[in-house]
């Protein structure tokens, strides 16, 4: 990890364990556009978090996958 989005992504893990809420990485190989990261509340609730550095664009597919959560019910 390096630059500003991944100091703020490591700080927001390191609060959420500490929270006792589990995080993954969500970058997988050939699966592009999905959030960085799912963090798995108490309670069955799961969150998802992308990091953009100020200014940062949503990237089309990025918006494809927002329209399939938001299909799904989830908030975007």
Same mark, same amino acid.
Do not use: S
């Given at each position: 990890? %390096?630059?500003?989005? %991944? &100091?703020?992504?490591?700080? =927001?893990?390191?609060? %959420?364990?500490? $929270?006792? =809420?589990?995080?993954?990485? $969500?970058?997988?190989?050939?699966?592009?556009?999905?959030?960085?990261?799912?963090?798995?509340?108490?309670?069955? &609730?799961?969150?998802?978090?992308?990091?953009?550095?100020?200014?940062?664009?949503?990237?089309?597919?990025?918006?494809?996958?927002?329209? =399939? $959560?938001?299909?799904?019910?989830?908030? =975007?």
């Amino acid at each position: 990890m %390096a630059g500003p989005e %991944a &100091k703020i992504e490591q700080k =927001v893990c390191r609060e %959420a364990l500490r $929270l006792g =809420v589990r995080n993954l990485k $969500l970058n997988v190989q050939g699966q592009t556009g999905w959030p960085d990261r799912m963090f798995l509340i108490p309670g069955g &609730k799961p969150f998802f978090i992308e990091f953009k550095r100020p200014g940062g664009e949503i990237r089309p597919k990025q918006e494809y996958i927002h329209q =399939v $959560l938001r299909h799904l019910k989830y908030q =975007v």
